[in-house]
């Protein structure tokens, strides 16, 4: 998990036929810790092919945030530094770096709800691109885009299926998913910890999980950008809980590890967390 060295203590990492989940609240993180993972793994691994499917996002914008986080600037976001880097040529270079190494994949599929043409651009990443680890960001877009009534029932037969094309194929598959409103007490955007039972829609998606992190701040607090890192399932270690810490760096669009601070978690609504899944 990159630089995370707390997540990659109590995790041992990620394995071949692993399902790696990350949830949070809205705005929280959770795109940015896994597009920040991949190209974390884009320069330090370079045996591995990755394979990005972002749904929320076009893919011109998942090429935008990949380059700003590999040169530490936000491009997308600051207009002066884009067109200044398009003036200059570091846009082009930029851009070689990353995709001309055959290595790094992004599917094209805004808001795809159709999961045969999923598995089959999957499968074609895996089998013909020599893709070992891939982004699903997010889950829940590929249900509420689906023909699919029950959301419950498509999330089940979708996480099934996932888990088995990664134990398959050999591959890992890191899966961005939402969260449930609480029915009672704080939202999870200012500062509420989650639980295991908050993921949205299925508990497939604990259940078929090998390993389950959650990002949590309060975007109201006094440090907006502080982020609890914490633990709902580890498979192979069972370790769970406040697993690490990182602040936003709103200059370069990354998380950066710090230390944990260790809070009393009494005043977390934990009592608004029941398991009402089945």
Known sequence: FANFEGI???TQGMWDGDVVMVTSGSGMGKSTFTLQVMEWLYKNRPDLNLGTIILESPPENVILDLMGM??????????ELRESVLKDGRFDKWYDELFNSDRLYLYDGF??????????????????????????????I???????SDERKMLDKLMTD??????????????????KNPPKGKAHEEGRAISITDLRGSGALRQLSDTIIALERNQQGDNPN????????????????LIDAAIYNKETGMLEPTTPIVEDEADQEWEGHTDDEF
């Open 226 to 241: 502080y982020v609890r890192i914490r633990g709902l399932k580890g498979r192979l270690c069972g370790d769970t809980g």
């Open 8 to 10: 990659n203590e109590k």
């Open 162 to 179: 996932l888990k088995k094309f990664a134990v398959k194929y050999g591959v890992v598959i890191i899966v961005v998913c939402h969260l």
């Open 142 to 148: 590929v249900a509420s885009a689906s023909e699919e």
């Open 70 to 79: 590999a040169n530490g600037c936000r491009i997308r976001q600051t207009p």
């Open 111 to 140: 808001a795809e709800g159709d999961t045969s043409a999923l598995f089959e651009s999957m499968r074609y990443m895996v089998t013909v691109n020599g893709v070992k680890v891939l982004l699903l960001d997010h889950i829940s």
